[in-house]
């Protein structure tokens, strides 16, 4: 079992901000932790070093938008954005209910030119993410009806310790990583020089974690390209039969 203590005096060890067998200040400690939270909360904006994805759903009312986030229709941490979505068909109950994935507009801009907002058919077949703060807001189109289910893909919220008791509760690999980076940090925080080995043993982590969470999904075309049963000319820029 470790603890956040546990890394903070390694790391504070390590980096050669303390001298073997030295104990670190209050403040030492207290600042250290609050780099280390600040650190994490980076690392869980990233989606190569999140670990894990959280499907969230929801029951439609017929409502325009919903809000995501604390205490929001969609209760969960506010994700800075979507990593996806589906919508469920719940009414009629199936034992195999249908899904229907769906694409995403990516901006204001774009969810701004659709022409009808207020259409209401299902199931949907697109949304937009509004990532205000402190809650977002979700837009789903057409509006779907309370026979559907929404469904949100967020990034897992990576762990921040209140105190440097906590233990740390994340896969293995990241231990070795929050120690490494950590270093990094410290030695800029306390004027350090850069040391290569410490940053070499930080980017290697990172990588380890990369490889450990790296997925990609297949390449889906637009039904445009697809004609007939014929190909694609990509010199051409046509279909081909």
């Given amino acids: 079992?470790?603890?956040?203590?546990?890394l903070i005096n390694l790391a504070l060890t390590d980096s050669g901000v303390l001298g073997v067998g030295q104990s670190p200040q209050a403040q030492d400690t207290s600042d250290t932790l609050r780099r280390l939270n600040m650190m994490i909360a980076q690392w869980s904006q990233r989606r190569w070093l999140v670990y894990h994805l959280v499907d969230t759903g929801l029951v439609m009312t017929g409502a325009q938008s919903y809000t995501v986030g604390t205490g929001g229709d969609f209760n969960i941490t506010r994700p800075?954005?979507?990593?996806?979505?589906?919508?469920?068909?719940?009414?009629?109950?199936?034992?195999?209910?249908?899904?229907?994935?769906?694409?995403?507009?990516?901006s204001r801009e774009e969810y701004s030119q659709i022409c009808l907002k207020n259409m209401n058919a299902s199931?949907?077949?697109?949304?937009?993410?509004?990532?205000?703060?402190?809650?977002g807001r979700i837009?789903?189109?057409?509006?779907?009806?309370s026979s559907f289910e929404l469904h949100i893909l967020t990034r897992q919220v990576l762990q921040q310790f209140a105190t440097?008791?906590?233990?740390?509760?994340?896969p293995p690999e990241y231990e070795e990583a929050i120690y490494a980076n950590l270093m990094v940090r410290l030695r800029s925080a306390y004027r350090l020089p850069p040391d290569p080995g410490i940053n070499g043993l930080a980017k290697a982590s990172l990588n380890t974690?990369?490889?450990?969470n790296f997925q990609i999904g297949r390449l889906n075309l637009p039904q445009t390209l697809?004609?007939?049963?014929?190909?694609?000319?990509?010199?051409?820029d046509r279909n081909t039969n």
């Fill in 226 to 236: 697809y004609h007939g049963g014929g190909g694609y000319n990509i010199l051409g």
């Fill in 139 to 145: 837009y789903p189109w057409p509006i779907p009806s």
């Fill in 1 to 6: 079992m470790t603890l956040a203590s546990d």
């Fill in 164 to 170: 440097v008791g906590d233990t740390v509760t994340l």
């Fill in 80 to 106: 800075a954005g979507i990593e996806g979505a589906y919508i469920r068909q719940v009414v009629p109950i199936s034992p195999t209910p249908v899904d229907w994935w769906l694409d995403q507009c990516m």
């Fill in 123 to 135: 199931p949907s077949e697109t949304f937009f993410y509004d990532s205000d703060y402190p809650l």
């Fill in 209 to 212: 974690i990369r490889r450990a």
